[in-house]
């Protein structure tokens, strides 16, 4: 089976040696749950400043999709470029559910490892078995709480920087997995719906040092078309902006420490989630609002395309 275009143009980025560069690298940016609340995707409420600037240096897709509205099954399909029905990881990984991909099953860092390439997953891994999706470098929800290493941008900016030290000599696949917008309020309810109050400084919350919160105004929303437009629902998408604004200012930190490490300029910077917002009618359907993703694509390349929009259709 041919391999879906992002999953062999990752490998190709990583492995083919040009001129150009001294070596080729690549960031991963996953987010949990994200749909297009940013201001990129013309949401002109909640505030997102670093994925805009972001953005407007990239190739930013309007018709991109993930193969699967869930979990741990987009998960597989990102790192493995097959669909859940031929990499086995056919439901969640994690609880009751406790799904695999086959063993037979070769993801993106096994192949970019045996090429040289030196592999790093931080954030929310979700995925197994643990001989398929194996990293060089893991600072995962097996090692740490998944809030810690998917929600605390702190601890993120500090896990990435530990990475980038031991990568100046190699080319790099680093996926950064960020847990943020993923509802936490049936697991954790007393962090809010969202864990928007997790680390924000409030008692007995504790504190995230880098995130500076920003809370929204739940009656003066303009709810996305596939909400109902309910106290509860309007109340629920606020909680969840003040996470993705977290979320981006982990963003900033990630990119600011890519800078300081001096490989801006010879890194692929892929921005894109595993599927639609936990919210009716999104994640879990095949509507557009759980199947439709954002995604662009930042090149080091100065004849890249930047600033701009393609409608080319494409999957992960």
């Given at each position: 089976?041919?391999?879906?275009?992002?999953?062999?143009?990752?490998?190709?980025?990583?492995?083919?040696?040009?001129?150009?560069?001294?070596?080729?690298?690549?960031?991963?940016?996953?987010?949990?749950?994200?749909?297009?609340?940013?201001?990129?995707?013309?949401?002109?409420?909640?505030?997102?400043?670093?994925?805009?600037?972001?953005?407007?240096?990239?190739?930013?897709?309007?018709?991109?999709?993930?193969?699967v509205?869930?979990?741990?099954?987009?998960?597989?399909?990102?790192?493995?470029?097959?669909?859940?029905?031929?990499?086995?990881?056919?439901?969640?990984?994690?609880g009751?559910?406790?799904?695999?991909?086959?063993?037979?099953?070769?993801?993106?860092?096994t192949?970019?490892?045996e090429a040289?390439?030196?592999?790093?997953?931080?954030?929310?891994?979700?995925?197994?078995?643990?001989?398929?999706?194996?990293?060089?470098?893991?600072?995962?929800?097996?090692?740490?709480s998944?809030?810690?290493?998917?929600?605390?941008?702190?601890?993120?900016?500090?896990?990435?920087?530990?990475?980038?030290?031991?990568?100046?000599?190699?080319?790099?696949?680093?996926?950064?997995?960020?847990?943020?917008?993923?509802?936490?309020?049936?697991?954790?309810?007393?962090?809010?719906?969202?864990?928007?109050?997790?680390?924000?400084?409030?008692?007995?919350?504790?504190?995230?040092?880098?995130?500076?919160?920003?809370?929204?105004?739940?009656?003066?929303?303009?709810?996305p078309?596939?909400?109902?437009?309910?106290?509860?629902?309007?109340?629920?998408?606020?909680?969840?902006?003040?996470?993705?604004?977290?979320?981006?200012?982990?963003?900033?930190?990630?990119?600011?420490?890519?800078?300081?490490?001096?490989?801006?300029?010879?890194?692929?910077?892929?921005?894109?989630?595993?599927?639609?917002?936990?919210?009716?009618?999104?994640?879990?359907?095949?509507?557009?609002?759980?199947?439709?993703?954002?995604?662009?694509?930042?090149?080091?390349?100065?004849?890249?395309?930047?600033?701009?929009?393609?409608?080319?259709?494409?999957?992960?």
């Amino acid at each position: 089976m041919a391999l879906p275009w992002p999953f062999r143009a990752l490998i190709w980025f990583c492995t083919v040696v040009s001129v150009s560069f001294a070596h080729k690298n690549v960031l991963f940016l996953l987010a949990d749950d994200g749909g297009f609340e940013m201001g990129a995707y013309r949401n002109r409420i909640v505030q997102t400043p670093y994925l805009d600037a972001l953005a407007k240096q990239s190739l930013i897709f309007n018709n991109a999709y993930a193969s699967v509205s869930s979990c741990s099954p987009s998960r597989a399909s990102i790192l493995t470029g097959m669909p859940e029905h031929q990499n086995g990881m056919y439901g969640l990984h994690n609880g009751v559910h406790n799904f695999d991909a086959l063993g037979r099953v070769r993801s993106i860092s096994t192949i970019l490892g045996e090429a040289g390439v030196r592999t790093g997953l931080i954030g929310k891994k979700h995925v197994g078995p643990g001989e398929v999706f194996k990293f060089d470098y893991e600072r995962t929800e097996e090692q740490f709480s998944v809030n810690q290493v998917g929600r605390n941008i702190t601890n993120i900016k500090l896990f990435v920087r530990e990475f980038l030290k031991n990568a100046k000599d190699n080319p790099f696949f680093l996926m950064v997995s960020f847990h943020d917008p993923h509802r936490c309020g049936h697991i954790t309810p007393q962090y809010g719906s969202f864990c928007e109050r997790w680390g924000s400084g409030e008692e007995g919350m504790g504190l995230i040092p880098d995130w500076h919160p920003i809370y929204y105004v739940w009656d003066e929303l303009i709810l996305p078309y596939y909400v109902p437009d309910t106290e509860p629902a309007r109340r629920d998408v606020a909680a969840q902006y003040t996470t993705i604004s977290r979320l981006d200012q982990g963003i900033g930190l990630v990119l600011q420490e890519l800078k300081n490490a001096g490989l801006e300029q010879d890194t692929l910077v892929v921005y894109t989630s595993d599927n639609g917002p936990p919210l009716p009618a999104a994640r879990t359907n095949l509507y557009d609002p759980g199947m439709a993703e954002p995604m662009f694509i930042r090149s080091p390349d100065p004849k890249s395309r930047r600033n701009e929009v393609t409608y080319s259709m494409t999957s992960h």
